[in-house]
T-cell receptor
Framework: GNSVTQMEGPVTLSEEAFLTINCTYT??????LFWYVQYPGEGLQLLLK?????DKGSNKGFEATYRKETTSFHLEKGSVQVSDSAVYFCALGSIQGAQKLVFGQGTRLTINP | EAGVTQFPSHSVIEKGQTVTLRCDPI?????LYWYRRVMGKEIKFLLHFVKESKQDESGMPNNRFLAERTGGTYSTLKVQPAELEDSGVYFCASSEQGLKAFFGQGTRLTVV
């Protein structure tokens, strides 16, 4: 079945550091890929998405490229801020299952000033 | 526009008791989903409603869990009787068409 594996946390970085959170997936067919973020005390928010191979999703300075050859969707940001501290979830959506999402285990990111 | 709202935000109950979680989706969203995250692990799909009908309930763990969506508006998820392993965060999401789901803040359930 479909599955998502993400980089285990927690991850702690200093402000302005470069961020990479790895995500790989196993899926049949051609899923859509997502990154969700949960800020402290808030619900899950869609951060970015990509719906086909080689697509790049981007938002708030974050980027992720759908790599079919490596079955990956790594999240990157060139210069993180304290406000980026949150839990990040990689997810895939099955075309057959509409928006039934399969999530990774989440990565807690803490940015220190 | 109001987002997806979940009640309560936290619930602490004793093993064997009953708890009912509620989700109010965004108005007009026919699709409603329940997910849960147990013990800091991955968020797992529980079930999917389209209006008042259960489209997919393949993720429901056992018959102690009962979800309803009367009238196709808000939904409830009842756990009866609750067990220790049911502790976790229960998320609700809603959507129209396409692939963007809007999530609520979640209900943190603790069974002691």
């Amino acid at each position: 079945g479909n599955s998502v594996t993400q980089m285990e946390g927690p991850v702690t970085l200093s402000e302005e550091a470069f961020l990479t959170i790895n995500c790989t997936y196993t899926a049949t067919g051609y899923p859509s890929l997502f990154w969700y973020v949960q800020y402290p005390g808030e619900g899950l928010q869609l951060l970015l998405k990509a719906t086909k191979a080689d697509d790049k999703g981007s938002n708030k300075g974050f980027e992720a490229t759908y790599r079919k050859e490596t079955t990956s969707f790594h999240l990157e940001k060139g210069s993180v801020q304290v406000s980026d501290s949150a839990v990040y979830f990689c997810a895939l959506g099955s075309i057959q299952g509409a928006q039934k999402l399969v999530f990774g285990q989440g990565t807690r990111l803490t940015i220190n000033p | 526009e109001a987002g997806v709202t979940q009640f309560p935000s936290h619930s602490v109950i004793e093993k064997g008791q009953t708890v009912t979680l509620r989700c109010d989706p965004i108005s007009g969203h026919d699709n409603l989903y329940w997910y849960r995250r147990v013990m800091g692990k991955e968020i797992k799909f529980l079930l999917h409603f389209v209006k008042e009908s259960k489209q997919d309930e393949s993720g429901m763990p056992n018959n102690r869990f009962l979800a309803e969506r009367t009238g196709g508006t808000y939904s409830t998820l009842k756990v009866q009787p609750a067990e220790l392993e049911d502790s976790g965060v229960y998320f609700c999401a809603s959507s129209e068409q396409g692939l963007k789901a809007f999530f609520g803040q979640g209900t943190r359930l603790t069974v002691v």
